[in-house]
């Protein structure tokens, strides 16, 4: 049985059911009266004492003095189970900090139902101040603040009282009620309470950030300034990226001019810029769209030169290099008529506010930055002004950077082409094209040489330096001297390689402060490098390799010919020891030598040919992707028209086929059609260990000359015939053999099985013998000595003369002189 105290309990919730209920109807219903600056009338007072009952206070107070937080004892003070307190003076004063909360927080309070309407507020939210109480009590927020986000703000809150959590310092933008003009930045607080009927309401802090949010904004465009601008090295890209952190965050539109002569190469000049100056169009982004590829920015296209009218703010600030800050733009300020083009796409636009920046490094104006507001209403301040001189001079760095690397990567590349060899002659030998291309991020020391050798030998040479810039390329001239330099001496390859790894230790040794970036670090070396010797006679192609890829080699009738050539270690590693390859290759074949900027990035993949299959050899065939190998497979494809196009136009297409972007590293190909000189162009004969011979060598050579129709070489080529095989017998040893080849001049070769060298001297008016390599240097246009495995070769170039010309063997009186048998003394051996 219930006692008399669960009775009276009962009684008592019982009564404050009715009471909450009838309390309920009058809110629906607008009998609360609301009056005061925090939106509710405090009838607790009227018809009353000072002290009134507890129970009246309630009535009076609604749910705020019953509301507890979820979890906690029934706000009021009374305890489950006894006597209500917070009656007399105690109410008193819980109604009163109550009020004091609502009237004197420094945040705006907003006591919301579970219909997420207004029930009770206050005016510390600057949003709301000065709007009529009625406007806000029994609305939702979206009601009266229609500029912020009602989904976001909604999901959220209902979020908050389905789950009973809490959300802290939600910041959300958008426009004040009072003010729609200005934009607002609010931290949104949420969490749950609970009356002690059990009933659900929200409370909404919001504290006005919207300072602190700008200055935070700022940070974060200079910190977004700080990370992009610098990265692009090309003064265009650094313009559009400067544009890019400026709209749409800071600005609706932006606009970056530049002096044209900065862009051109030219030194910068301190001092003032003559209004007059011509500005190209660097970059260009709106809200709208963006840049060349978007719409077009106005009377200016992308790119386009351009001159500021005067005086304007833009003519002005190139004067003297300070910034302008126009507020207020109202379309008939006097300035405008200066520039009226620009004038009309400003007002056009409804343009009110902007910032005109000049883009200043070193003393030196670059061009201007333009900032403009035409879509958010909030004109720029001092602060954005400001901000906007930050990024104008991080720009003006970002672009001076890229300028002065532009400057550096011409004069590098200016210097490696210069460096590289011309187009060489007519060869009987090969013929050759090539293709050189600088890298996006500089040139390096990619190079190749095409080197004419005794007996109508054709030496190539192509290699690369490590690094880029000018000390690479610096390098790289240094190190093909070298190379071609021992390639005269007739070196076979591999011990042309070996000596040239001597010089490239010697030189990364010497000059360790001024190397290129990672050429002083083994077992990178300091360069690379292949070399090979084509023989037209014998049409074999002898090559070595430091630490480069072997050449890909194709035949005349376009099917691949193996050649591998195993790469040793670079140059600079002191390795000494390449290994040497030797192949024989037909007439006609193409020799496809390259750097490895060649065979970066992804291969191209060709659509199918409209209108029929693939061709055989063609691009259009199903290609390899893989590394390496699949790239040479596509190489050995273009080559395998080699009978159908030149070979200029088969490195334009090897290019289209393996550079579809333009690649970072220096790429360089170099394509090589072997020929072969014809039989009828080449003598050899045996001569025995006899020195009677040497007139039968003289008489077989005057015999040859006249069939090739060389009659005038016939006194010259006597003496050098009677010294050098006169040489051969006195200090050589036998087979002897002498050959003669009618190349691109007459070459006479000796040949005997000796090692002993051969040296030039200067004989004494006394001395009986000792002028034989003198007198050959004097008839002689290019003599030199070529050994081989067992013997060598002493060899001597006459230039042949054109028609017309006197013979280097006629007399002033246009007789022939007969040389005596033995010649004049011997070559020394």
């Known amino acids: 049985m219930n006692g008399p105290r669960d009775e009276h309990e009962q009684e008592r919730e019982r009564q404050e059911r009715e009471r909450q209920e009838r309390e309920q109807g009058r809110q629906e219903q607008g009998g609360q009266r609301r009056s005061g600056v925090d939106g509710y009338q405090d009838d607790r007072h009227e018809g009353g004492g000072g002290g009134g009952s507890a129970a009246a206070d309630r009535e009076a107070d609604g749910v705020v003095e019953r509301a507890a937080p979820a979890g906690g004892e029934p706000a009021g003070g009374e ?164 544009a890019d952190v400026a709209v749409p965050r800071f600005a609706d539109s932006a606009t970056v001019d530049l002096l044209d002569e900065p862009l051109r190469g030219l030194p910068l000049r301190p001092g003032p810029i003559d209004p007059g100056a011509p500005l190209r169009r660097a970059a260009y982004r709106s809200a709208h769209g963006t840049g060349p590829a978007g719409p077009s920015p106005g009377p200016i296209p992308h790119g386009g030169l351009s001159t500021y009218g005067a005086p304007t703010p833009y003519s002005q600030a190139l004067v003297d290099g300070r910034p302008r800050l126009i507020r207020g733009l109202a379309g008939d300020e006097e300035w405008l008529s200066a520039d009226p083009e620009r004038g009309r796409r400003l007002t056009g636009l409804g343009v009110h506010s902007m910032i005109v920046a000049p883009l200043v490094v070193h003393d030196a104006v670059l061009g201007v930055l333009a900032l403009y507001r035409h879509r958010r209403p909030e004109p720029f301040d001092q602060e954005d002004l400001e901000l906007a001189v930050e990024l104008a001079s991080r720009g003006a ?318 006194f010259s080529t006597d003496l050098i015939v009677s010294e050098l095989v006169t040489n051969a017998i006195r200090y050589g040893k036998s087979p002897i053999r002498l050959r003669l080849i009618n190349d691109r001049g007459l070459i006479c070769e000796v040949s005997d099985s000796s090692d002993s060298t051969p040296h030039l001297r200067r004989a004494k008016s006394t001395d009986e013998g000792g002028r034989g390599l003198f007198i050959i240097g004097q008839l002689a246009q290019r003599w030199g000595t070529r050994f081989a495995r067992h013997g060598k070769t002493i060899w001597a170039q006459q230039e042949v003369p054109a028609e017309g010309e006197p013979g280097a063997g006629e007399s002033v009186e246009g007789e022939a002189a007969e040389p005596e048998a033995g010649g004049a003394g011997g070559l020394p051996g």
């Not at 490239?504 to 002083?520: C, F, K, T, W």
């Not at 670079?570 to 496809?592: I, K, N, T």
């Not at 993949?605 to 061709?615: D, F, K, L, V």
């Not at 992707?625 to 490195?651: D, F, I, N, S």
Request: glycine share 12%; net charge negative; charged share 20%.
């Open 79 to 242: 305890p489950a189970g006894g006597e209500p307190v917070g009656s007399g003076e105690g109410g008193r004063i819980d109604a009163a900090l109550l009020d004091a909360l609502f009237a004197q927080a420094p945040l705006g309070l907003y006591l919301l139902d579970h219909d997420l309407r207004v029930i009770r507020y206050n005016t510390a939210a600057r949003g709301v101040r000065g709007m009529p109480s009625a406007d806000i009590v029994g609305h939702q927020p979206a009601e009266f603040a229609p500029g912020f986000d009602r989904v976001e703000l909604e999901t959220l809150a209902r979020q908050v009282l389905e789950d009973g959590g809490y959300v802290r310092e939600h910041l959300v933008r958008g426009r004040m009620p009072t003010d729609p003009g200005q934009e607002m930045v609010g931290a949104v607080s949420f969490f749950r309470i609970r009356s002690d009927t059990g009933r659900p309401y929200l409370v909404a802090a919001v504290e006005d950030v919207t300072e602190r949010q700008a200055a935070l904004d700022r940070l974060d465009i200079l910190h977004t300034a700080h990370r992009r601008l610098g990265a692009s090295l090309d003064a265009i890209g650094s313009a559009q990226e400067l």
């Open 397 to 714: 760095m970002s672009i001076d950077k890229a300028r002065s690397y532009a400057r550096e990567r011409s004069i590098a590349t200016t210097l490696q082409r210069q460096l590289l060899p011309r187009e060489p002659t007519g060869l009987s030998a090969v013929q050759s094209a090539h293709v050189y291309l600088p890298g996006v991020v500089g040139p390096g020391g990619d190079w190749y040489d095409v080197v004419p050798l005794s007996a109508a030998r054709v030496g190539l040479a192509i290699g690369s330096v490590t690094g880029t810039g000018i000390e690479a390329a610096a390098v790289m001239g240094q190190v093909r001297t070298a190379l071609r330099t021992l390639a005269v001496q007739d070196l076979p390859p591999d011990e042309l390689l070996v000596r040239l790894d001597d010089a490239a230790r010697v030189l990364v040794h010497e000059q360790q402060g001024s190397l290129p970036n990672g050429a002083d670090t083994l077992p990178d070396g300091l360069a690379s490098c292949l070399y090979l010797v084509y023989d037209p006679i014998g049409r074999t192609c002898t090559a070595a390799s430091a630490g480069h890829p072997g050449p890909v080699v194709v035949g005349a009738d376009g099917v691949p010919v193996p050649f591998p050539v195993e790469p040793g270690l670079p140059l600079g590693c002191g390795d000494g020891c390449y290994e040497m390859r030797v192949a024989e290759l037909p007439v006609g074949s193409v020799l496809a030598l390259y750097t490895n900027g060649l065979m970066s990035g992804p291969v191209r993949r060709p659509g199918p040919r409209p209108g029929g299959a693939a061709e055989r050899g063609g691009l259009e065939e199903a290609l390899p992707v893989g590394p390496g190998e699949g790239r040479r497979a596509v190489l050995q494809r273009v080559l395998a028209r080699a009978g159908e196009e030149e070979l200029a136009q088969l490195c334009d297409q090897a290019v289209y086929a393996l550079l579809p972007e333009r690649q970072r590293e220096d790429a360089v190909l170099l394509l090589v059609r072997t020929l072969g000189l014809p039989d009828d162009k080449v003598a050899v004969w045996t001569l025995p260990e006899d020195p009677a011979v040497v007139r039968t060598a003289r008489r077989l050579a005057e015999h040859q000359l006249a069939a090739w129709g060389l009659e005038e070489l016939e």
